[in-house]
């Protein structure tokens, strides 16, 4: 069950990171009124935002849900702390 859900948050990492960059930016609209391509897109200038918004917000949850789960599944496989295997660094007083 672990593997699957590691597996799963990869692939969600990745495609998040795509989405993210296909994304246009705030001034796109300001372009595309001077010719620039940002309105012949295979969505429409309105509709890519929309879908590219949606999958953003969908694969985000998915990514914190995952984050989630592999954080509890963890705690709970190791009962032990991330300084357990250190030596101690306290050393006896010294006689003189």
Do not use: Y
């Amino acid at each position: 069950m672990l593997t699957l859900l590691v597996v799963v948050h990869v692939l969600v990492c990745l495609f998040l990171i795509g989405v993210v960059l296909l994304q246009q930016g705030k001034n796109a609209d300001a372009a595309a009124a001077f010719g620039g391509q940002g309105s012949q897109t295979a969505f429409g200038p309105r509709g890519a935002a929309n879908a590219l918004t949606r999958l953003t917000t969908w694969s985000a949850i998915i990514f914190m849900l995952t984050s989630i789960g592999l954080t509890i599944m963890l705690s709970r496989s190791s009962n032990h702390s991330v300084l357990g295997g250190t030596p101690s660094s306290q050393s006896s007083p010294a006689k003189k």
